[in-house]
């Protein structure tokens, strides 16, 4: 609907287009992606401040709930999430730029789990989570712009 405000002139006018909220319909897995890489940057921050922290934890009793448990849990979640996230959104947009941000962060994450060497090693394990989880916490966001649809930028024409 269209309303006239009034007359500023002879040929000036002022429109305000209402749109009908009923027909502004979002995608159903916009909160999904955002939890998704709410959670997946909140790892990354979790793993680069460990190291910092690693010192403190006996002292506040919580080591035990970061032992290799949780993360093995974690990784498993931030996995089943984050394809079943991006497979769903996948059917919508068809492209393959998110899940290529979210496979090599998935398998960073695996690795620093799997592979006993980086696993035991403090630093290399925290990077390696870090960098994992950063990975798909981009994923997310990439796969919220390709849900949103045209984002203007510098290649917008107009």
Do not use: Q
Request: aromatic letters at 6%; one cysteine or more; proline letters at 5%.
């Amino acid at each position: 609907m269209a309303r006239i405000h009034g007359l500023a002139g002879r040929y000036r006018y002022n429109v305000t287009m209402n749109p009908d909220p009923r027909h502004a319909s979002k995608p159903s897995n916009t909160l999904l992606d955002r939890i998704g890489a709410t959670g997946s940057l909140v790892c990354a921050a979790h793993c680069a401040l460990l190291p910092l922290l690693i010192a403190l934890l006996p002292s506040l009793g919580i080591a035990a709930w970061l032992d290799d448990g949780f993360e093995l849990g974690f990784v498993v979640f931030a996995s089943l999430f984050g394809l079943a996230v991006l497979a769903w959104s996948y059917r919508r947009h068809r492209t393959l730029r998110a899940l290529a941000l979210l496979l090599p962060g998935l398998a960073t994450l695996w690795a620093a789990i799997a592979v006993p060497a980086l696993h035991h090693s403090l630093v290399p394990h925290a990077v390696a989570m870090t960098f994992g989880g950063t990975l798909v916490g981009l994923a997310h966001l990439a796969n919220l712009r390709l849900n949103h649809g045209h984002v203007h930028d510098a290649s917008c024409a107009h």
